[in-house]
């Protein structure tokens, strides 16, 4: 399957949440694509990496049979599917390679507002729908409980108020679905986000250096997601208070030049910076502050 080729083949979803971040992820690496009047498969333009737009639950498959190289995929999607994989006797035939940082979520059990939750043992005997029954039943089983588990392809939110399980595991992101159908969050089976998944062993082609090229330009652009480079002018009595409100930038850099105000600094902030701190930051004497974007950078 893992047949030699000299372009690299990234799966991506098609439509739906993970769909704009990963394209423009992939964008920020310096990938464009022409798109066929389908749009399943887009050829690279300016590197030979190209996308297949697809479900998301065909991902991690077409990484397992060497159809594509890498995918972005949502964890729980990754881990359901290998370990649905294990129990019946196989072996992933892929792994996470970077989490992304976007498409976070949690894979969580559910129960009725008026339960109150004991711990797993309460489950004994019940019935638990979920569209997660691999990592549910290895929840399940690492805790020595039997439950039944009810498979459903979607709106699992709905199946205790029309009786076909007791309980739900599904994923949560700001629980506000849990709340309407009058669910409320016990436990997490999975942190998830998205990630970059990708072969378990390495490519001995064309598609080694091409990996490594995006795989370097990837962690160009993650590590600066949030990073903001923070300019202004102040007077240099004022710089030590100003170190103290940067406490988790880098440390200030003086740039060359004097102005009627001071002198210039500036400092890479690593974490979003808030219209609050920027008014703290000139009420402690900066002056002409501008929060600049970065994009990139090479390690
Ligand atoms: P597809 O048509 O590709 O099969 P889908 O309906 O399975 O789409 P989406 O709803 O677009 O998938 O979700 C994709 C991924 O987004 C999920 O697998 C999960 O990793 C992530 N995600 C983040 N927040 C949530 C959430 N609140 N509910 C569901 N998924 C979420
Ligand atoms: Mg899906």
Redesign the pocket.
């Known amino acids: 399957a893992n047949a030699t080729r000299d372009r690299l083949r990234i799966a991506i979803?098609?439509?739906?949440?993970?769909?704009d971040p990963a394209r423009s992820l992939l964008a920020a690496c310096g990938l464009s694509w022409r798109e066929s009047r389908d749009k399943l498969f887009c050829y690279g333009e300016s590197l030979p990496v190209d996308l297949l737009l697809?479900?998301?639950?065909d991902i991690p498959g077409l990484i397992a049979d060497g159809v594509c190289d890498y995918g972005i995929?949502?964890?729980?999607?990754l881990d359901e599917q290998a370990n649905a994989r294990l129990e019946i006797g196989l072996s992933p035939a892929y792994r996470e390679v970077r989490p992304l940082g976007f498409?976070?979520?949690r894979l969580m059990l559910a129960i009725p507002e008026t339960w109150e939750w004991e711990g797993a043992q309460q489950l004994q005997g019940l019935r638990i729908a979920t569209s997660y029954p691999a990592i549910l039943r290895q929840w399940l089983s690492a805790r020595g409980v039997e439950a039944s588990v009810v498979e459903l392809s979607?709106s699992v939110e709905i199946a205790p108020k029309l009786d076909t399980a007791d309980l739900i595991c599904?994923?949560?992101?700001?629980g506000a679905?849990l709340k309407a159908n009058q669910l409320k969050p016990v436990e997490t089976l999975l942190d998830?986000?998205?990630v970059l998944a990708g072969p378990v062993r390495g490519f001995n082609d064309a598609r080694a250096d091409l990996s490594a090229m995006l795989l370097r330009r990837m962690d160009g652009v993650l590590k600066l997601k949030d990073s903001k480079l923070l300019m202004f002018r102040a007077a240099p009595d004022t710089v030590p208070a100003l170190t103290r409100l940067l406490a988790d930038a880098e440390p200030l850099v003086q740039l060359p030049g004097e102005h009627a105000e001071g002198i210039s600094l500036q400092t890479m902030c690593h974490t979003a910076i808030s219209w609050q701190q920027l008014e703290e930051l000139e009420r402690a004497g900066a002056r002409g502050l501008m929060v600049l974007s970065v994009e990139r950078s090479l390690a």
């Open positions: 979803q098609k439509s739906g949440r993970l769909a697809v479900r998301d639950d995929v949502g964890r729980n999607e498409g976070g979520c979607g599904d994923l949560v992101s700001s679905t998830s986000e998205a």
